[in-house]
């Protein structure tokens, strides 16, 4: 029976290229955190001496961050956990694993990539009952099955990979204080997001600040638009056609999605410096507009990331805010949210490897990522006051409130398309063609 570590923080092995001693950040069974589930976990799993190789896309300060929920692991399950990273991640799981010498567990952003690896046979199932539990226990939990589904060397479907750790794209940001001193209310629908649109207009403001400029990648920032309009236009089972070509780009749900945010990005009225302005501003410019006096713009539509690029000294939940980009009441599609995120998988089937996706089950395995920075999490047993800050409290209630969750669209495509012609099919339409053309010439795009 291994030592329990309930009474005080406990000095860890978690070898992670070359550190090794650790406390435990937050001491067991202090707190708001679900210590049930650690010590529920620690009494059912003893695999001291084991050890287990994790390879992910974390560096720098999330590694720091995601080596402090492994040391919760090591300490629960006695597994002496090696993580390790690479710039070029991506390549390097294709290349370890065709060499035959991959982690234990990969936890990776692109679930395109995962299901290549998949379909060659280098992932292990993750079985009925953890497709089960995925379903139960996760908001929205159907979405989390499919994104984490793949087809196997077979051909047969099956839950291959874990959604841990998720980011919130459908989010409007703006200024607290200039929507008060306007006497402007969050929008609740997509008809009063129009509405409020047509009213900031109508009071010589200007409602929005877009820009699609991001050198090489000029143009991304639309597609996120794009792939929201298709969740709010659209039933969930459309969007996933449309992320395949099973649904044609060129299809008129598309051309209609596409033309949803062209009714934003191409009326000069509604835009920061005119419809010219949309391509020629660099995104994090953009939200600038926000904190100028008198405003430039009063919402800026963009993913969870965008404050880094706000002035210094802006303070989010003060001088920035930010609300659900809301569906429409008369669609009734519920509450979709876009994102992304990474998902854990098993490459090498080990018990430990086992283990550690059980651990991602627990509450506690989300809750110590969740009260320092960074991360969200669908889990609904997961205790929300847990967050470090307001700010990720309201991302992840979001994300509980979630009736659909999609991953985004233009990863899941191929990289000709996704980070391609869409990005410059959407430049084009804002540069004058119509939805029509710029559908017609990214479907002609679309590998054969």
């Not at 290349?95 to 567990?105: L, Y």
């Not at 690896?117 to 939990?141: C, H, I, M, R, S």
């Not at 934003?264 to 953009?286: E, I, L, N, Q």
């Amino acid at each position: 029976m291994k030592t329990k570590l309930y009474v005080s923080a406990a000095v860890l092995a978690l070898g992670a290229g070359g550190a090794f001693a650790q406390d435990l950040k937050f001491p067991v069974g202090e707190g708001a955190f679900n210590w049930d589930s650690y010590k529920a976990y620690d009494e059912a799993t003893n695999l001291d001496g084991q050890t287990l190789t994790i390879f992910g896309p974390w560096r720098g300060e999330d590694q720091v961050l995601v080596e402090s929920m492994l040391a919760y692991f090591t300490a629960a399950s006695g597994v002496k956990v090696n993580y390790s990273s690479s710039e070029n991640y991506e390549q390097q799981i294709v290349i370890d694993s065709e060499a035959g010498s991959p982690p234990d567990i990969a936890i990776l952003p692109q679930p395109g990539l995962i299901a290549d690896l998949v379909k060659k046979g280098f992932v292990a199932p993750l079985g009925e009952d953890t497709q089960k539990w995925l379903a139960e226990n996760y908001a929205a939990g159907d979405s989390w099955v499919g994104l984490g589904s793949y087809a196997g060397p077979d051909g047969t479907k099956a839950l291959y990979a874990l959604p841990y750790k998720i980011d919130v794209k459908s989010l409007v940001w703006y200024s607290p204080e200039t929507f008060e001193d306007a006497g402007y209310d969050v929008p609740e629908t997509m008809e009063d997001l129009k509405a409020l649109t047509d009213k900031i207009v109508a009071d010589g403001g200007t409602p929005w600040c877009i820009g699609l400029g991001s050198g090489g990648a000029t143009g991304w920032p639309a597609t996120d638009w794009v792939e929201d309009m298709m969740l709010r236009t659209q039933a969930p089972e459309v969007y996933d056609r449309w992320v395949t070509n099973e649904l044609a780009f060129n299809s008129p749900e598309v051309v209609g999605a596409i033309e949803e945010f062209g009714a934003f990005a191409k009326t000069d009225a509604y835009v920061a410096g005119g419809v010219a302005a949309v391509a020629a501003t660099d995104f994090r410019d953009s939200p600038k507009g926000l904190f100028a006096s008198p405003p430039q713009c009063y919402m800026h539509h963009q993913a969870s990331f965008i404050p880094s690029f706000f002035p210094e000294g802006t303070v989010v939940g003060q001088d920035a805010d930010f609300f659900y980009f809301p569906a429409y009441a008369g669609k009734d599609l519920g509450k979709p949210v876009l994102g992304a995120g990474t998902l854990a998988f098993i490459t090498k089937d080990t018990e430990a490897s086992r283990a550690f996706i059980d651990w991602l089950k627990t509450p506690i395995a989300h809750e110590v990522w969740m009260a320092q920075s960074g991360f969200l999490t669908p889990l609904k047993s997961a205790n929300p006051e847990t967050y470090g800050s307001s700010v990720t409290r309201k991302m992840g209630d979001i994300l509980l409130n979630s009736t659909t969750f999609r991953f985004d669209g233009s990863d899941l495509m191929p990289g000709a398309v996704g980070a391609g012609t869409f990005w410059t099919g959407m430049v084009d339409y804002v540069g004058g063609k119509s939805a029509q053309e710029v559908a017609d010439a990214i479907q002609a795009s679309w590998p054969k």
